[in-house]
């Protein structure tokens, strides 16, 4: 249920943008309309599980090659969208709190609330210390497909880490490097920790530029090479 100060328009849009979307890991959209009181609704499929942002912290945490899945399979819902047309859909939000783990089976992609479709929407939105610092442009952001897989890979460095990448730091910062992997996870392969750190760079030319290309480095990789 929308608050009523949103633009009831724009919602629609993206629901319009969304709901043809059919993929495993990404949340079904099934209807919306509108309540008597004249707020806006979306209706999506029942996920049974919980998020993940309770294994970046804590006792709980995933083994390795959930993280794999995890990546694999977001990623694969990235795809997806920035495959859509006849504009790619950028999530904006992505974080553990918006992956669910669905009856420890599927790892799904929520929370499309702040999504577009829309090439110049340069709104400031989504989760600061999972935004890209060289999109930011004073009060706007030059949202591209590598905000997403900047996103996705500072998710998966803090289920690896339990912890944030730059260090005493609330934001990632251009010039700052984030702490090696290897400083949490001992284990960790060193083209496995690389394939991290670039999904991460603060620097556009350093980082994966789509998913697809993300999720075609993971795949040679490989879960035995974590």
Not at 1 to 21: G, K, P
Not at 76 to 104: F, T
Not at 188 to 206: G, Q, W
Request: negative net charge; hydrophobic residues 40%; glycine residues 4%.
């Amino acid at each position: 249920i929308f608050n009523e100060s949103i633009n009831r328009q724009t919602v629609i849009d993206e629901y319009t943008a969304l709901a043809d979307l059919n993929h495993p890991n990404i949340v079904k959209f099934v209807n919306n309309g509108t309540l008597p009181n004249g707020q806006f609704y979306t209706l999506m499929e029942y996920l049974e599980g919980n998020d993940l942002q309770e294994y970046t912290t804590g006792d709980l945490k995933l083994p390795m090659q959930l993280v794999y899945q995890v990546a694999k399979e977001i990623l694969g819902a990235l795809v997806c969208l920035q495959n859509h047309k006849p504009n790619p859909i950028i999530h904006r939000d992505i974080k553990p709190s918006n992956v669910v783990w669905d009856k420890q089976e599927r790892f799904v992609l929520i929370d499309f609330n702040v999504a577009t479709n829309l090439d110049t929407d340069k709104n400031f939105v989504g989760t600061q210390p999972y935004l890209a610092p060289d999109l930011i442009q004073d009060k706007n952001v030059n949202w591209d497909n590598s905000a997403d897989t900047f996103s996705l890979g500072i998710t998966l460095y803090e289920l690896i880490c339990q912890a944030y990448p730059w260090s005493g730091l609330r934001m990632p910062r251009v010039g700052v490097s984030p702490v090696a992997l290897q400083s949490f996870q001992p284990q960790i392969s060193d083209t496995f920790s690389s394939f991290i750190l670039k999904a991460i760079a603060c620097n556009k030319a350093d980082r994966f530029t789509s998913a697809q290309s993300m999720l075609d480095e993971l795949l040679s990789i490989g879960e035995g090479n974590l």
